[in-house]
């Protein structure tokens, strides 16, 4: 019998009907390339190669490699590494294939970092399908002026169409974990000029850091009376009250002026 390790997160989806609507979001044909990150003992993976797309995962868990390998030796689409995927590459994996598509049951530890990473590999990706804590999907897709909003849904919905799929229930796992989960779908964004992605994220960082303070209390020394005016922002809201476009805007004023330089 397998033994779960804490340390990897590892909480394995058993509803088949819940693994194969998660295949059939990823819309794969035989044509398509997939990233799936850990698979684990292969549940969804079964599901993904009955799409005859060819599949490359990376498992962390070096106790899970044979049978990994059984997979790779029965299925010619089927290929593996074993590492830490917050380590990898990914740009240079996707490099020369069709756009990607990345999936996975991701342990709450490496969600926001993988999705920040994979930020980079954006216009090799075609969508992203990802089980997550519902907390984080919560994250991801908040409306201004919720709990939820904050660093990590301006930086996915500005680069990416974010949905909340299915809702999954512990029960739908082993071992069942304490919180509910749910489905998200990330489709990137097709744009014609991006922002500086690395000042953007500093700029995003620094807004959220301290984001019950009102906006003329974080930008105090950075902009004046005068600037709010010509901004047409109201300097009494706080950084959660801010929709994306009005962020874009205050980041676009700024970054024109060399205002944000020195922010951390």
């Not at 010619?76 to 990914?90: E, I, P, R």
Request: aromatic residues 10%; proline residues 6%.
């Amino acid at each position: 019998m397998f033994r779960t390790k804490k340390r990897f997160g590892q909480h394995f989806l058993v509803n088949q009907a819940v693994l194969q609507t998660i295949s059939d979001y990823c819309k794969l044909t035989p044509e398509s390339f997939c990233i799936e990150v850990g698979p684990g003992q292969g549940a969804l993976t079964r599901y993904l190669l009955m799409t005859d797309a060819n599949i490359q995962a990376i498992e962390i868990d070096e106790r899970l490699k044979p049978t990994l390998e059984k997979f790779k030796s029965a299925h010619q689409n089927f290929s593996y590494t074993m590492t830490d995927v917050l380590n990898v590459n990914l740009s240079s994996l996707m490099e020369g294939s069709v756009m990607t598509t990345v999936v996975g049951n991701l342990p709450y530890e490496i969600s926001t970092p993988l999705l920040f990473k994979l930020v980079h590999s954006r216009r090799q990706i075609e969508r992203m399908v990802f089980l997550l804590q519902k907390e984080v999907v919560d994250r991801i897709t908040a409306s201004p002026s919720t709990k939820a909003y904050g660093r990590l849904a301006v930086m996915m919905q500005y680069y990416f169409e974010v949905e909340g799929l299915v809702q999954v229930p512990p029960e739908d796992f082993n071992p069942p974990p304490r919180v509910m989960s749910q489905v998200v779908r990330l489709v990137p964004k097709a744009r014609d000029n991006w922002v500086d992605h690395d000042l953007f994220s500093a700029f995003v960082k620094y807004l959220f850091a301290m984001q019950r303070k009102m906006l003329r209390q974080r930008f105090k020394g950075l902009l004046s009376p005068e600037d709010w005016a010509e901004l047409e922002i109201d300097p009494t809201q706080r950084p959660q009250d801010l929709s994306l476009s009005t962020i874009l805007s205050l980041y676009d004023w700024g970054s024109n002026q060399s205002r944000w330089s020195d922010i951390s």
